[in-house]
């Protein structure tokens, strides 16, 4: 869903429509407690530049929204844009 104010911005707006995604990190954040004993705050998770550059790369298979061969093309197309100038 891209909202025409997001665009003109360069904002890409995510609708997460299911419950199955969130109970899915609620998991993986119990998992990660039981199996390591460590307690993850999802809301305190900041980007690195190290992360990003997997999104410059378009080295995003497994990445929700952004596996497909149309997203990693633009995402290349985009990286690409940004070095030339």
Do not use: C, P
Not at 20 to 28: E, G, K, M, N, W
Not at 37 to 57: A, H, K, P, W
């Amino acid at each position: 869903m891209v909202d025409e104010g997001d665009r003109r911005v360069g904002l890409l707006k995510m609708d997460f429509l299911g419950l199955s995604t969130l109970t899915l990190i609620t998991d993986a954040v119990a998992e990660i407690v039981k199996t390591n004993g460590e307690r993850l705050d999802i809301d305190r998770i900041r980007s690195t530049m190290q992360d990003l550059q997997v999104f410059q790369d378009a080295h995003t298979y497994g990445v929700f929204q952004f596996e497909s061969s149309g997203m990693r093309d633009i995402l290349r197309r985009r990286s690409h844009k940004r070095s030339r100038t």
